[in-house]
């Protein structure tokens, strides 16, 4: 009997992932110029610590991290720091974003890197998640969450959970990860194992990746504390709360974190990262990007170094084909569209997919909601998709949020089955940006009230004690003219303090 659980919704897809992951891993180009932004992660941007005209070599830290949630960035390629600069990012505002652009200079010259770490198991702990600081890594899987701050939960996890299961069609960056490197994704597992030290390890890969699951039972020898599992595939099984939900039978709360319930999930790409800087001292310079779809003449998958432009990647993959016609980044259930391909690569940019007019039609026109319920069986999340399409498109948004918008993993699979192509989660992503942005200046007011208030009451208090002063000089000022103008008052007064003189004791015995 299987000891593995299941999840509600999903969708059986055509996985598209022959197309990429028939070949080894290929070397990206080193292009004359590589644009590297300063945030790649979730949370504050890093801060340049290098200025333009400064020679930087392969590997350099070249902006640091500025908080707990923030990552550093190093130089991909050596080469002469040319500016700081806003340059068009990839996403989907399609807004610049501050740059380092560097000009390579083809020498590949390494800077100073620190020393390996090979007995991490002894190492103390900040030692270790100092290095993955350092290094820069982030949650390579999508999340872009800085790795050294997960790598120490506030919380007990009794389960790390790694995240082998990529279930998006067409994406294979990390398959073929696990068949090329599984000795060191497993070392990356150890390393996280050695800093979370949690009761159990579970790997959970889908059963449509045959290869790779060899490759890790054989890398897996001599490791009995970390089990393979291998899932049935269903799109999104490599959804964090539908993967622990299918591998523990735990279900992460509404609005919580896995955190809450004790687990912890890593992505393959994420621990070899991981391996990379402690066992090598190597900071994330480059990641593995599928660049896929019948409208590149050479798909696949390329060690692509961060900064490098996507047009850069195209042509030294030989191009667009005849009929090329959309270009999305990330799969094509989860990915965004993006107008053009000049964008930098980055940390997260795990696929691109560029596609015929065959294979990724444009949307046609949304029509109106008939109410045939078919978006509902399929939410993994156990949501109702036309209600919140419903408030989010009357921007009702405390009732999105009542019908838990933010339990939403934006799959997709509601807007796959929907009969009248309604762009369902574009709604969702807009209410969520909207709720997020509302309460940014909701915490902005706050402290502009707060401060407010604490300048009024400041202000109060310093004209208390401004009158309270004055009310003193004035009481002393109407006591010296009483006196002056008693003599009888003036004379008693002289007495008393003569009598106080004599009782006081001579200067300096008391
Ligand atoms: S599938 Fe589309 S048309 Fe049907 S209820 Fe859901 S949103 Fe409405
Ligand atoms: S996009 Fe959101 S609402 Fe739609 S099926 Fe996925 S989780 Fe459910």
């Known amino acids: 009997m299987s000891d593995l659980s299941d999840f509600p919704g999903g969708l059986h897809l055509n996985d598209q992932k022959s197309l990429s992951n028939q070949s080894l ?49 190093h130089a991909p390629a050596s080469g002469t720091l040319q500016a700081i600069a806003d340059y068009p990012i990839a996403h989907t505002s399609g807004l610049p974003a501050p740059c380092l652009v560097i000009q ?26 100092e290095r993955i600081r350092w290094a820069g890594i982030v949650g390579l ?11 120490q939960p506030a919380c007990a996890v009794h389960t790390l959970i790694i995240n082998a299961v990529e279930c998006e069609p067409y994406i294979t960056c990390d398959d073929r990860l696990m068949r090329e490197q599984a000795a060191d994704l497993i070392s990356g597992v150890e390393i996280m194992r050695t800093l979370i030290r949690p009761e159990r390890t579970l790997i959970g890969i889908e059963d449509n990746k045959p290869e790779a699951l060899a490759a890790l039972q054989v890398a897996l020898a001599g490791h009995p504390q970390i089990a393979l599992r291998s899932v049935p595939t269903r799109y999104p099984s490599g959804g964090e709360r539908q993967l622990i939900r299918v591998l523990t039978d735990l279900s992460v709360p509404s609005g919580g974190l896995p955190s809450d319930i004790g687990v912890l999930c890593q992505n393959v790409a994420t621990c070899v990262a991981v391996a990379d800087a402690v066992l090598r001292g190597q900071p994330l310079i480059t990641r593995i990007v599928t660049l896929t779809g019948r409208g590149v003449v050479r798909p696949g998958n390329y060690r692509t170094l961060i900064g490098t432009r996507l047009d850069a990647l ?60 078919a978006c509902v069986p399929v939410c993994p999340a156990n949501l109702l998709p036309q209600q919140l399409y419903w408030h989010a498109r009357a921007r009702d948004l405390e009732k999105t949020q009542a019908y838990h918008l933010f339990d939403c993993i934006e799959c997709g699979c509601c807007a796959q089955v929907c009969p009248a192509q309604i762009p369902l989660v574009d709604y969702y992503r807009h209410a969520k940006a909207e709720i997020v942005s509302a309460q940014r200046e909701q915490v902005k007011a706050d402290r502009a009230r707060e401060r407010h208030e604490a300048r009024q009451q400041r202000l109060v208090r310093q004209k208390a004690e401004r009158q309270a002063k004055m009310r003193r000089k004035q009481e002393a000022l109407q006591k010296q003219s009483n006196l002056a103008d008693d003599p009888q008052q003036a004379v008693i007064a002289a007495a008393v303090a003569r009598v106080a003189a004599r009782k006081a004791p001579p200067d300096g015995t008391e």
């Open 25 to 73: 891993i290929q070397p990206g180009p080193l292009p004359d110029r590589l644009w590297v932004p300063l945030q790649q992660h979730i949370g504050t941007p890093a801060e340049p610590v290098v200025q333009p005209g400064d020679a930087v070599g392969k590997g350099q830290l070249i902006a640091r991290a500025t908080d707990t949630i923030s990552a550093a960035v």
């Open 104 to 129: 390579t200079d083809g020498q590949d010259i390494r800077a100073d890197l620190p020393p390996p770490i090979r007995n991490y198991y002894d190492t103390d702990p900040d030692i270790l998640r």
């Open 141 to 151: 899987g999508g999340a872009l969450f800085p790795t050294s701050v997960k790598a």
């Open 314 to 373: 195209i042509e030294h993959v030989g191009g667009y084909t005849a009929d090329a016609q959309r270009l999305v980044l990330g799969g094509p259930m989860m990915g965004v569209s993006l107008a053009h391909d000049q964008v930098p690569i980055t940390k997260g940019s795990n696929c691109f997919i560029v596609g015929t007019a065959d294979e990724l039609p444009e949307p046609p026109p949304a029509q109106p909601c008939i109410r045939c319920g």
